[in-house]
């Protein structure tokens, strides 16, 4: 069975710092890795997503993950926080025959100081 | 493109009675999930349709939840009878196909409270 842990409840970074949130995943073959972001009342919106080749994939907002097989882990970073990237970050894993099923983490809540 | 559509945003019940969820997924997206999500958890996925037929209902509880999908487009899920451990924002997703690659695009939710 697949799963995803990740293991900081709530991280708090000042605004221009760097940011790493951590995602260690557990599934048996080659994974489809996502990192999403949810703001306070709204669904999730896509940040990047690993399915082969490079292992540093780029997102949106500045946002880029770096898969490491031999860690299981696909860590999400960013070098200058704004405090606009204030909200919940949820990594996710899937693949297999019904790669569309994704396994979601209990998310870790960011906080930006100004 | 318009987005995905949920309807109710809040829905307040009291338990052992019903309710039900509206989704309106993007146009053209052959696949819908519903998931739940549990105040300080990730979300759970209910149960994934594939035009108008369920993919997986592995987690869904069917003694009280229910789905549907008819003609392929718009879903309704139901709860009846709700129980309180039922309180949760219940959100709708929708992707061109079930393949891995397709990302998911996530409506805005029903924020469901049992009294």
């Known amino acids: 069975a697949q799963s995803v842990t990740q293991p900081d409840i709530h991280i708090t970074v000042s605004e221009g710092a760097s940011l790493e949130l951590r995602c260690n995943y557990s599934?048996?073959?080659?994974?489809?890795l996502f990192w999403y972001v949810q703001s306070p009342g709204q669904g999730l919106q896509l940040l990047l997503k690993y399915f082969s080749g490079d292992t540093l994939v780029q997102g949106i907002k500045g946002f880029e993950a770096e898969f490491k097989r031999s860690q299981s882990s696909f860590n999400l970073r960013k070098p200058s926080v704004h405090w606009s990237d204030a909200a919940e970050y949820f990594c996710?894993?899937?693949?297999?025959?019904?790669?569309?099923?994704?396994?979601f983490g209990d998310g870790t809540t960011l906080t930006v100081k100004p | 493109e318009a987005g995905v559509a949920q309807s109710p945003r809040y829905k307040i019940i009291e338990k052992r009675q019903s309710v039900a969820f509206w989704c309106n997924p993007i146009?053209?997206?052959?696949?819908l999930y519903w998931y739940q999500q549990i105040l300080g958890q990730g979300p759970k996925l209910l149960i994934q349709?594939?035009?108008?037929?369920?993919?997986?209902d592995s987690q869904l509880p069917k003694d009280r939840f229910s789905a549907e999908r008819l003609k392929g487009v718009d879903s309704t899920l139901k709860i009846q009878p709700a129980k309180l451990e039922d309180s949760a924002v219940y959100l709708c997703?929708?992707?061109?196909?079930?393949?891995?690659?397709?990302?998911?695009?996530f409506g805005d939710g029903t924020r469901l409270s049992i009294l």
């Open positions: 997703a929708s992707s061109l196909g079930f393949q891995g690659n397709q990302p998911q695009h």
């Open positions: 599934y048996g073959a080659t994974p489809y």
């Open positions: 349709f594939q035009n108008n037929g369920v993919v997986d």
């Open positions: 146009s053209g997206h052959a696949t």
């Open positions: 996710a894993v899937g693949g297999g025959t019904n790669a569309g099923k994704s396994t």
